[in-house]
């Protein structure tokens, strides 16, 4: 056996809330060999089994009485140069902030946006991560798996992705089907800094900066990041908790009557994203605890945290009393960003 079975394993710092759990079994993966092996031991059809990358995007409300699998698949590489891009790869398990910024220092800018966002490689497409006006699946070429019901590696393109905000395959009908082994980009050639977003673009006032390189909106994304949302490794916590709610014009004029500050922004399907953090903001959710250890982040409602000694169980009673508010409310439902085992 080429990979080391552990018994009875607190998950306590494999998830950024910092919460304890137990894992039943957990096993560390570093190659798609391993894997392929992994899939032949009768632990891995005996019971549940829980796949997790840098456990950023996940709450965990009790013990794992089954598999906890880590993908700590590790490499990047250039894969090739094309006529307009730079194609880049990574392991599943590279970190993604260190992934972003080593491109950047390669001279392949095109990640810059996407700058300290906590987690894997390998989570990155299952939630089509995106920040400051950029999507993973805007620089995405094609990820490489293993399909676990046939065992078969696989290559998925963007198209099969079916990537949309926070969305992908991976939650829809490929949920646990297929373990994400390593991915590559697309990085353009002709690259533009897209500086789009509110936030940026005060900051670039702010630093003089007309025509401000990838290494400086990535100065600019951390230093935002680092102003507004908790280090994970000080406060546990795992980004935005709820995603941003998307209504039907009929409605969002509605809650535009009722409440004028009401905070959104129009989509091309003629529907409207709304500010979740803005609607938590409103029920006085921020900086507030139902227990004083699961609290609403004090400088954006739209993260929950773990102020020290929070279950998972706690985190969730305080995602259920914030999600009642906000439907009492503005009758919108929030939908939790994590996956919550
Ligand atoms: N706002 C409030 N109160 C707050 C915070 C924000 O009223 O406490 C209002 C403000 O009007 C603000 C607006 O809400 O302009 C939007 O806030 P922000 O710019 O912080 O972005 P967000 O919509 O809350 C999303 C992503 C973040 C991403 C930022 C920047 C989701 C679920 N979250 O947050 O992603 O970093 O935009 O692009 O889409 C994550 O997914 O974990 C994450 C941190």
Redesign the pocket.
């Known amino acids: 056996m080429n990979f080391d079975l552990q018994r009875n394993v607190s998950l306590k710092r494999f998830n950024t809330f910092g919460v304890e759990a137990l894992a039943r079994h957990f096993v560390r993966i570093d190659s798609m060999a391993q894997l392929a092996e992994l899939r032949a031991h009768p632990l891995w059809s005996e019971g549940p089994r829980l796949i997790i990358g840098g456990g950023s995007?996940l709450l965990l409300t009790r013990d794992f009485e089954g598999l906890v699998v880590q993908i700590a698949i590790t490499g990047r590489d250039l894969a090739r140069v094309e006529d307009s891009d730079w194609v880049v790869q990574a392991g599943a398990g590279e970190n993604w902030d260190s992934f972003v910024r080593w491109t950047l220092a390669s001279g392949w800018p095109g990640l810059e946006?996407l700058a300290l966002?906590p987690g894997s490689v390998g989570a990155a497409p299952i939630?089509n991560?995106?920040?400051?006006?950029v999507e993973l699946k805007d620089r995405f070429d094609a990820l490489e798996g293993m399909d676990v019901e046939t065992g078969q590696v696989v290559t998925l393109n963007k198209e099969q992705c079916r990537f949309g905000?926070?969305d992908s395959i991976f939650k829809g009908d490929l949920k646990s089907r297929i373990v994400i082994t390593g991915i590559r980009f697309r990085l353009p050639k002709n690259w533009q800094a897209v500086l789009d977003?509110?936030?940026i673009r005060s900051e670039l006032t702010q630093r003089h900066l007309t025509q401000p390189s990838a290494q400086d909106v990535a100065d600019i994304v951390t230093a935002?990041?680092r102003a507004?949302?908790p280090d994970p490794a000080v406060i546990g916590n795992?980004?935005?908790f709820?995603?941003?709610p998307v209504v039907l014009a009929e409605q969002h004029s509605l809650l535009k009557t009722h409440h004028p500050g009401l905070?959104s922004y129009s989509q091309p399907d003629g529907g409207f994203k709304l500010?979740?953090?803005?609607l938590?903001?409103?029920c006085g959710w921020?900086g507030r605890s139902l227990d004083g250890r699961a609290a609403v982040?004090d400088?954006?409602?739209?993260?929950l945290v773990n102020r020290g000694g929070a279950s998972g169980a706690d985190i969730l009673a305080l995602a259920h009393a914030v999600q009642d508010n906000v439907r009492q409310r503005f009758e919108v439902e929030l939908e939790p960003?994590p996956v919550i085992v």
């Open positions: 995007n946006n966002i939630q991560i995106g920040a400051y006006g905000y926070r977003y509110g936030d935002i990041r507004k949302l795992a980004g935005s709820f995603k941003n905070v500010a979740a953090a803005w938590i903001d409103q921020k982040h400088r954006q409602a739209l993260v960003e």
